[in-house]
């Protein structure tokens, strides 16, 4: 059994603090040992017993009274650890953080931890988190490396509603966790690089209640976005209509129809290094949609359809020195019909997925055949769509570099 990867996880004193302890779980399903650091104050918001329930481990609270097996607990623990992660990084947290400050567990820790990068996750009022001063620690801290998973909007604990809501701990936990099995800081392979990522199902409306759509849930598109913006890239990700909120560090951009995805993803195309195409497109949408609801009289309906436009087809006649990179998803003759596309859209690489037996749409797994020109195919095997998107990530990485 391989080692698994040790985990700082430290705790900011602030309400969103609570969440800490979903991270730990996280990490600790998928084989990570955790050990927890608790800020001055973070303790007034989440019980250092339930972070030790949660971790296995003792937590960390008072730089004078820690375990004794920790020896000097703020610097052997990060020679053993392979991310740091701050959850709830409160205001002050980054201030001190910026500013080299070490008067608690985790700024003690922190400075310990240099020149390896922090992941921070900030969560705090949305005036707090606008304020000049703390725009320019987040700024600092960045130019240092620290990895920001910059807060969503919505209803604050305060009343309030706008930015500084603590990014989902399901993401938190991925980014911790894809920095430690990496072996420390993610290889920044696309920095400077931007790219372009469609996902999720389109919709043709019928009439004003009904429409033509499929089973897409975007997980795949939203999975490759945040792997591209891991590896440092400026992510646009135009998705049609999901449930899924935008990965950490990710422009999005919503539309409903297939014409609407084209025109997005036209408009973004000529400054992109890459494009991946993961939306489920409709194929057909109505001639000519009702403006009233359609009403059933006991009588068949005849439906005419047009075709819509092919966004892939249509943008690989622009594509330059672009990347691209298409979806297939079949039910039958995967890789004949696989290989047939990739030729006809002029693509660099194509991902082909069966969508039976559980696979594919809906799921949180995939698996795939990966088709190069020119290249015999490449089977990746049943995995999680956040494995495959990392390693589709990494190839698209190696094209992009790989160009004159």
Known sequence: MPEAPAILVGVGGGIAAYKAADVVS????????VTCLLSRNAHHFVAPLALKSLSGREVGQDLFDEPASWGIGHIQLTKDARAF????????LLAKLAAGIADDFVTTTALAWHPKPLILAPAMNTAMWNHPATQANLATLKARGAVVLDPSSGLLACGDVGEGKLVDPAVIAEAAWRQAVGGGAPARRLVGRKVLVSAGPTREPLDPVRYLSNPSTGKMGYAVAAACAALGAEVLLVSGPTALEAPAGVTRVGVVT????????????????AFIACAAVSDFRPEAASAQKKKKDGKPEALRLVPNPDILLTLGKRKGRRVLVGFAAETEKLLEHGQAKLKAKRLDLLVANPVDGGRGFGSDDNEAWLLKP???PTRWERQSKARLAERLAREVADLIEARP
């Open 258 to 273: 297939a014409v609407e995805m084209l025109e997005a993803c036209g408009s973004a195309f000529e400054r992109c290094d």
């Open 85 to 92: 992660v701050v959850v709830a990084a409160t205001a002050d």
């Open 374 to 376: 020119g290249q015999p």
């Open 26 to 33: 996280a990490l600790r399903k998928r084989g990570a040992s």
